[in-house]
């Protein structure tokens, strides 16, 4: 991986989600935005109002000449922040620059990147300025008979991972919280979920086989702190695959702690891959979602956009 370091002159967009992490976006507000003025970071704050609007907001400032922008909020909103810089065309993607304050509760994206939970760590980290271009992805799905476009930045995840992230989203929508609730949604999934019968081509290789979850990642982390592509690199332009085949409940529990420290890829149910374009389709159709956002369902198309996406890293 390579870093550098640039200088971060001139205002930063600021596009907080107040409703992040059970409203801390807006209840840490005045504590951050303390922060950013006693770190001597000029800045222009806006709030997200409801879903898609961060997409909004990041595309029509950046149109406006703003080219550096910190996210306060989880990976969600980055998420949106993301599609915003890439659904914009006045500037190559690369051209800008995020940094990230969470107040979320998952942080999977800032794990790989030592991004710290503590506000004013964070701050210092933006203030310092090192910067990493990492790879985004790209998956074309189906959702209400349309053909939709997608970009991430971590992991997406297809079939049972997908509803997991589902249940979890409810909870949360419901004013539920914290790293458990998807602990939580796994157990619940469980008892219903079964495995499909799915076609995998990762460039020019085959699969046909039961699958029960697949992750796609560009990143480590999902889930709250769970490594099921433990040997992702951010910057190699290749997606890691995580294949789990037909399993049966009771394994899949025994193997939980595996999800944690990435040994899970260890087990003869489950296989990797690394590969740039990836087509995916099953009978039945199975879900996806991408950086913990729900989405639709197959088939899918994956595309890797090799180092297109400029952040602060710790």
């Not at 956002?293 to 899918?300: A, D, I, N, T």
């Amino acid at each position: 991986m390579i870093y550098s370091k640039k200088k971060n002159n001139g205002k930063w967009l600021v596009i907080v989600n107040p409703n992040a992490g059970k409203r801390k976006g807006e209840k840490d507000w005045d504590t951050i935005s303390h922060l950013l003025t006693k770190y001597d970071i000029n800045f222009l704050p806006v709030f997200t109002e409801r879903p898609y609007h961060a997409v909004e907001l990041s595309e029509k400032y950046i149109n406006k000449g703003l080219k550096k922008i910190i996210i306060v909020g989880g990976d969600g909103t980055l998420n949106e922040v993301v599609n915003g810089i890439f659904t914009q065309q006045k500037h190559a993607s690369s051209e800008i620059l995020l940094g990230m304050i969470t107040v979320g509760t998952g942080n999977d994206w800032g794990r790989m990147f030592n991004i710290p939970m503590k506000y004013k760590e964070a701050i210092k980290i933006i203030k310092k300025g090192e910067t990493f271009v990492q790879d985004a992805g790209v998956v074309k799905y189906l959702h209400s008979g349309m053909q939709q476009r997608r970009y991430f930045v971590n992991i997406a995840g297809i079939g049972f991972d997908a509803v997991v992230v589902q249940k979890t989203n409810r909870l949360k929508e419901r004013g539920k919280n914290g790293v458990l609730l998807y602990l939580l949604s796994i157990f619940t999934t469980l008892m219903n979920y079964k495995h499909t019968n799915t076609t995998i081509n990762i460039d020019e290789k085959k699969i046909q086989d039961d699958v029960f979850s697949i992750c796609i990642g560009i990143g480590k982390y999902c889930g709250g702190g769970m490594m099921q592509t433990p040997n992702a690199i951010a910057d190699d332009g290749l997606f890691d695959l995580t294949v789990i085949k037909k399993i049966k409940r009771y394994e899949l529990i025994r193997n939980i702690g595996k999800l944690y420290n990435g040994s899970i890829i260890e087990h003869p149910k489950v296989e990797t891959y690394t590969g740039k374009s990836i087509f995916i389709d099953s009978e039945p159709d199975i879900h996806l979602e991408t950086d913990g956002e729900s989405l639709g369902h197959s088939p899918f198309r994956f595309e890797i956009i090799p180092k297109s996406v400029r952040v602060i890293v710790g």
